[in-house]
């Protein structure tokens, strides 16, 4: 790491260093942006971006948390799940917690490690993280001596009362493994405490002529590993440690030549490093030596490096770039850089820092944080929050016509004072019909697209924002929304037919009844029926109803009075009507009488019993008979009677 009392000599370094011809492109996405940006620019060494002399801090692409005036933020450990940062103030000798929630980032604690130790001039410098992540373990120095202090991270104690000291000297960098905590300093000497950092367990020197300037794990054998240029003239020395002591190193192969590595980063096998001007890689598998497969110089005085990792829990936009994106801070332009090392492809945008020496990624969330160091003379007072790119889905003013996204991490403007360094951006595009291609809206650069005809255009017609960024080799596209509809003034629905229903019987198809209204299609329609007992579910039983006709038909099955309450609904409101149903029961009718026949045996007009009443056929004629026997008889005797007296 560049420690603020050598800026003298690193500066002499970085002047000696042979530098690579190498182009910078205007833009390593495939994606055509609106301006014009001139790809072939080359330089015999890293120039300043345009429009750097006179940057600005942007808080659209980055935001600033300030720890405290001078405190001089000297490296930065953030826990995996994203939510914690450590910072090592090396200027007040404490050390800084801080929240990480997105937007709201701030100091939630300060822990005074020279105050709690009795030693007022203690300096903390690096940090790590035990494998457990239970215990935060700070470099510290002392005057000449070095050590290091265990902090316990959820009380944020000091865990032991004293400097658990390497003796005099100081350490580069700390890393912890399952192993135990090992460091690196740049007399070329390796340490290895216990996984909690209260004890020494192991110091070895090394016959090696290598300054250790940082250190990381071993991706293959999972050991410590320690990295620096070496001191004799040769190329770049790597050496690895493991519990049972130091193993031996290896040299870089290739023609470029590293006088200078203060930060590393590893992806697999891979090691990806920045010093000097540069930042580069080299492939460290087992069982070969390490080869120097890119360098590009991008900067001055490269301090912190960071790799593109595959994707991010809490980022799910993120889409890997087609070639290996690497971000290193030059603590001389007070930038983020970014490059892609496969085809040597500066990008002309940047982030804003301060001093920074120090970059770290978030793995959850994909930002990256920048630890502003600052000089001995000019100690500084924040990290830095980069954020990933996100563009929000259009909303829609459909009384101004205005459609707008909400962006973050990213430039919104491709038009304006710095066109030629930030050409990220949005693009607004329309698709006509709501099919076929997206077309771009020219000029349509910003974060709000306005003054769209809806009648200039077909039916269903879409728009939406696509966006680049070059900083993160990103590019991607919002969700579609359609044009705002014409404003036309709807009509309400107004049940007309029928008036009334009639009865229904049980067993006998219901006459068909279809409910109608006035007003603008499409209506639908809804019906809510109480029965006899109380509300039920659905029509009454044996009727169906049909929402999108409003047909009710059907055999009913059960008799009872019911009341259905009809809805009618479309865009502009709805209309409601009750109707009275009564369904009776089937009428019963009853069997014609039976006529008994003459008893068995009879003869018709046969002698026989009279019958006690009247109102037979035969019993009239005997009545008959006798009435007419009698009036002849009385007939007789009055003729008799005459006869005599006229005598």
Known sequence: MVRPDFRASITAAFAALALIATPVAANAVPLEPPIDVDPTPTMEKPEPLPGSADRQFDSVTAREIPLGEGVMPFDIAVTADGTTAFVTGAHVGAVFVVDLTPGAERTVETVDLAGALGKPKLK????????????????????????V??????????????????????????VATDAGVFGASPDGRLYRFNSSGTQLLDNVKPDLPVSFTAAGIDPVTDDFMAIGPRTDGGKTGIAAFTDQGF????????????????????????????????????????????VTIYTHAIGELMAGVFAERSGYDEYPEFVPPDHQRVYGVSIEW?????TDLEG??????????????????????????????????SPGSTITVVDRPTVSAPTQQCETADYSVTVAGIKSEFTGANKDVMISGVQWQIREGGAGEWVDLAGE????????????HADGTQVRARWLDDFWAQRG??????????????????????????????????????????????????????????????????????PETGKLSGTPTTAGTYTLTVTATNEAGSDSKDYKLVVVERAVVPDPPVVSPDPPGTLPGSPGPLPETGGSGSAAGLALGALLLGAGLWATLSRRTVFRSGK
């Open 477 to 546: 596209e919002t969700s579609a929304v359609s044009l705002c509809a014409d404003e036309v003034e709807l009509t309400p629905p107004t049940i007309t037919d029928p008036q009334q229903l009639s009865n229904g019987t049980v067993g006998t198809a219901y006459d068909e009844v279809r409910f109608t209204a006035t007003g603008d299609e499409p209506i639908r329609w809804t019906l809510t029926v109480t029965g006899p007992n109380g509300p039920i579910d659905g029509p009454p039983p044996g009727l169906t109803f049909d």
């Open 334 to 338: 007070e930038m983020l850089l970014a």
């Open 445 to 456: 650069t910003g974060t709000t697209l306005s003054g769209v005809e809806t009648a200039a």
């Open 247 to 290: 193993l031996g190193p290896v040299t870089s192969r290739g023609t470029e030549r590293l006088s200078v590595i203060d930060d590393i980063d590893q992806i697999g096998s891979q090691v990806f490093f920045a010093g000097g001007a540069s930042v580069g890689t080299v492939d460290i598998a087992s069982g070969t030596e390490p």
């Open 344 to 377: 040597k492809v500066r990008s002309p945008s940047y982030r804003q820092t301060g001093e920074a020496t120090e970059v770290v990624p978030n793995l959850k969330t994909g930002a990256l944080y920048a630890a502003n160091r600052g000089w001995s003379s």
């Open 124 to 147: 903390p410098t690096f940090l790590t993280l035990s494998a457990d992540e239970e215990t935060v373990i700070v470099a510290v120095e002392d005057g000449f001596d070095g050590g």
């Open 149 to 174: 202090v265990a902090i316990d991270r959820d009380r944020t104690e000091p865990a032991a009362a004293r400097l658990v000291s390497i003796g005099q000297g100081s350490l580069n960098e700390i």
